[in-house]
């Protein structure tokens, strides 16, 4: 069974910085992309960034285009998401995604880790 884990959220004033993680699990794991979504209290779930698993290519929504860097590590079935000079608008739980095939909707989700931005 595939499991995604993410970790690294937590508190951090504004303009700082964090390294989302997440890790991939299970003998079946297999994927083309991973994606990192957030979701803000009474907000739909939105797609922050995502990554090409054997390509590296990546792709970022326009509200964190230069401060935020998606990254896979390819060795070790993980991905990362390096947020940096945070607003308190990026508070949100930050999930991540893993999907099988090319233009197929996502078939992986982690549990989630908070991200909290304090002005």
């Known amino acids: 069974q595939v499991q995604l884990v993410e970790s690294g959220g937590g508190l951090v004033q504004a303009g700082g910085s964090l390294r989302l993680s997440c890790a991939a699990s299970?003998?079946?794991?297999?994927?083309?992309?991973m994606g990192w979504f957030r979701q803000a209290p009474g907000k739909e779930r939105e797609l922050v960034a995502r990554?090409?698993?054997?390509?590296?290519?990546?792709a970022y929504a326009d509200f964190v285009r230069g401060r935020f860097t998606v990254s896979r590590d390819i060795a070790k079935n993980t991905a990362y998401l390096q947020m940096n000079s945070l607003k308190p608008e990026d508070t949100a739980v930050y999930y991540c995604?893993?999907?099988?095939?090319?233009?197929?909707?996502?078939?992986?989700w982690g549990q989630g880790t908070q991200v909290t931005v304090s002005s």
């Open positions: 299970g003998r079946t794991f297999s994927t083309v992309s």
């Open positions: 995604a893993a999907v099988k095939t090319t233009n197929a909707g996502w078939d992986y």
């Open positions: 990554i090409g698993w054997s390509t590296g290519s990546t």
